[in-house]
């Protein structure tokens, strides 16, 4: 937490305002979609409400398409399920390990070709880092193709100077425990289409029908967010710059510590914009490096240093076994050689230190 969070909580309960909406709730949304680029938003219980409510809006029918990144995180591609909707992958590319806009481009081509024009393109935003939004933007247009932007690990990221989610139709953020900012869980939906998102906020209310009885003509949701934690988030927004830079300077530290480790490579942080570096990630070339990422993980284990294997690609999953996919074997290497060391930003210097010489270690005892 920064400063100011307790403070504003302990506002919240003074004013005896402990519910799914509220003042708090209403101040977080306006200062959020200040910092996100746009000119609304809705608060919501979670980054995947915030998805579902963003594929509700899509009306999609049984059997239709949504096209996803496949290096992501399952919550990007699961509310495509939720609305009976088939998800169809598309592989990432080298220089941001976001999605490709040529294999999007052969995904969309092909649709058509099928007679299967996707209903959606769901674009994840990696790490911290944006994907390459402008082609993508530029090929969903050409095709009449709405574009939702999963920016849930990317909050604080620049696109072009501009925030990542404020691109699409309507973009996902997410406040969960592990993300760059919390409210130990919660997430926000944000678009520049007022009506979109006050359709959100009605479906995440129970769609209660404007009647002094309880009516209903739709399905609801009970996907608000408390006011107790609107009041954290806007504490949180508050330092999410020193986050932000807390977390790049992980990075540097750990970029200067390990440059010279054979085999052992960044993830590329793209021309176009700053990343976040939320994770710090590496790939590991066990050909060059003698040790194998696995091996790495496993050593800092050991010293019960917690680092975890990139993403699985949703193309790889049992649940998405049948599912169509563009491309493949970017993702796929990503996630053989790829890991996350360390890199919340309450870390500090001796910790990363500590990392640090455990990979080294490795390095001395096993490989070149
Ligand atoms: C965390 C995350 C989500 C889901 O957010 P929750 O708030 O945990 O539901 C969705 N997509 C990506 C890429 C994420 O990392």
């Known amino acids: 937490m ?3 969070e307790l403070r504003l909580v302990t506002e919240t309960f003074a004013s005896n305002w402990i519910a799914p909406l509220g003042p708090q709730v209403d101040a977080f949304e306006r200062e959020f979609a200040e910092k996100a680029g746009t000119s609304h ?5 979670s980054g995947t409400a915030a998805l579902h409510l963003a594929m509700r809006s899509l009306q999609l029918e049984p059997g239709d398409e949504v096209i996803c990144s496949s290096l992501t995180f399952s919550a990007s591609v699961n509310p495509v399920l939720y609305e009976r909707a088939v998800p169809v992958f598309v592989d990432s590319e080298e220089s941001s390990w976001n999605m490709d806009p040529t294999l999007l481009a052969e995904a969309l081509e092909d649709g058509a070709k ?7 393109v769901v674009l994840v935003h990696l790490y911290g880092q944006s994907a390459d939004i402008d082609p993508i933007a530029t090929l969903c247009a050409r095709h009449g193709v709405p574009l939702i932007e999963d920016a849930a690990e990317a909050l604080g990221a620049t696109y072009k100077n501009r925030a990542p989610g404020s691109f699409g139709v309507c973009g996902v953020h997410s406040f969960n425990g ?3 900012i919390t409210t130990s869980g919660g997430g926000m939906l944000v678009s520049n289409d007022a009506r979109l998102i006050e359709k959100a906020r009605f479906w995440a209310t129970q769609a209660r029908d404007p009647a002094p009885h309880y009516q209903h003509s739709e399905v609801g949701f009970n996907y608000r967010m408390s006011n107790l934690l609107a009041a954290v988030g806007r504490g949180q927004l508050r330092v999410l710059s020193q986050r932000v830079d807390a977390r790049r300077a992980n990075c ?3 970029q200067a510590a390990l440059a010279d480790l054979p085999g052992l490579s960044f993830m590329p942080e793209a021309g176009y914009g700053r990343s976040t570096r939320w994770l710090t990630c590496v790939t590991i070339d066990p050909a060059v490096a003698g040790v194998d990422r696995e091996q ?3 050593a800092l284990a050991d010293q019960n240093i917690e680092a975890r294997p990139v993403w699985k690609p949703m193309h790889l999953q049992p649940l998405f076994a049948e599912a169509r996919c563009y491309g493949g074997v970017v993702a796929e290497r990503l996630f053989a050689q790829g890991l996350c060391l360390p890199s919340g930003s309450n870390l500090t210097p001796a910790d990363l230190e500590r990392v640090a010489e455990a990979v080294r270690c490795v390095w001395r005892s096993l490989g070149r």
Not at 41 to 45: K, N, V
Not at 114 to 120: D, I, L, M, S, T
């Open 2 to 4: 920064g400063g100011d």
């Open 41 to 45: 938003a809705a608060a919501l219980s």
């Open 114 to 120: 099928r007679g299967k024009k996707p209903k959606a």
């Open 178 to 180: 592990n993300k760059i």
């Open 252 to 254: 540097a530290f750990y």
């Open 296 to 298: 790495v993980r496993l």
